[in-house]
């Protein structure tokens, strides 16, 4: 697993970097320069629904660069980072995605991508993001598609609790299948809504089998709560991190990741929050990983040795 931790200023930066660095034919049309720069094959429907994701991610961190409060954040820096996001948001007006792309380009500049990341040290601290890799979101997404599948044709699952929990994954995993259009905030909010979906059927379910004398948990309903823990996993930000940094759309993942009901997902480590660029040393190579705190009985040993 990922340890390293993002924001979404740096993803809109990620992505601005990609289009603006993308080798696509100058005389494209916008429309066909976007999905070749960013790697996806899309039907027409389908980009039109991404590019609307992407401009409501533009909406959310418009707003966060508006409202975060922090005493290395000046006026000036604010103003830039508002202009980048409006920079990146003129190439997503339709009129524009007609246009060739030597055109467009203009829209998608380094220099916004920089004042993203300069404001995403900061907004690091107040709204964290876990970085997701390619590799786990393909093994996600594979996960997700076997159970879909399972629930599908599985003859003892109700047939009315079929489509809201199929549909609610496969939302999901269209979301994890194009991560670059929808980012962690839009994705951890869709997985919020499938693992209220299951919540609401599993009571639904275990009230009727109650009533029939039978407290078995259905196990293809057992299948998804687990897929979506997996995924929850992904995004969940540890403990350690809130040493350093709020926990943001973490907390909002606390009902799965610690309900007793479902499986506990695995201790990872992250690495410690970035110094500010004054405060870096020289590069040596390595990284400082902080230690861990004592153990309450080696601690007690320490005491009765002095």
């Known amino acids: 697993m990922s340890g390293e931790i ?82 990146f948001a003129n190439l997503l007006e339709p009129p524009n995605q007609s246009l060739q792309w030597q055109q467009a380009v203009n829209f998608v500049r380094e220099d916004d991508a920089l004042q993203l ?20 979101r393909e093994e996600l997404i594979a996960k997700i598609g076997e159970v879909v599948t399972a629930l599908q044709v599985e003859a003892d699952f109700p047939d009315w609790a079929k489509y809201p929990l199929s549909e609610g994954l496969q939302r999901l995993q269209f979301m994890l299948q194009h991560f670059v259009f929808f980012g962690c905030e839009v994705a951890i909010d869709q997985l919020l809504d499938v693992y209220s979906k299951a919540s609401a059927l599993e009571n639904a379910i275990e009230g009727k089998s109650s ?12 299948s998804v709560l687990n897929v979506i823990v997996l995924v929850a996993n992904l995004f969940w930000l540890p403990d350690q991190v809130t040493t350093a940094f709020e926990r943001y759309r973490g907390w909002t993942l606390r009902p799965i990741i610690e309900n007793p009901r479902l499986p506990k997902p695995e201790t ?30 080696e601690a007690a040993s320490d005491r009765a040795g002095e």
């Open 6 to 87: 993002v924001d979404s200023a740096w993803e809109i930066a990620s992505v601005i970097r990609k289009l603006a660095r993308a080798s696509v034919p100058p005389t494209d049309p916008t429309w066909s320069a976007v999905r070749k720069a960013l790697g996806q094959n899309l039907s027409a429907s389908q980009h039109w629904e991404l590019m609307s994701a992407l401009n409501s991610r533009l909406l959310r961190l418009d707003a966060q660069i508006r409202s975060v409060q922090d005493q290395e954040l000046d006026q000036a820096q604010r103003q830039r980072a508002l202009q980048a996001v409006q920079n």
């Open 117 to 136: 990341s300069w404001f995403s040290v900061i907004l690091k601290r107040h709204r964290p993001l876990r970085r997701v890799t390619d590799d786990e």
């Open 211 to 222: 009533s029939e004398k039978s407290t078995k948990r259905n196990p293809t309903l057992v």
């Open 268 to 297: 990872r480590l992250l690495a410690p929050p970035a110094p500010a660029p004054h405060d870096l040393p020289e590069s040596s190579g390595t990284v400082a990983i902080e230690p861990a705190p004592p153990r309450e009985e």
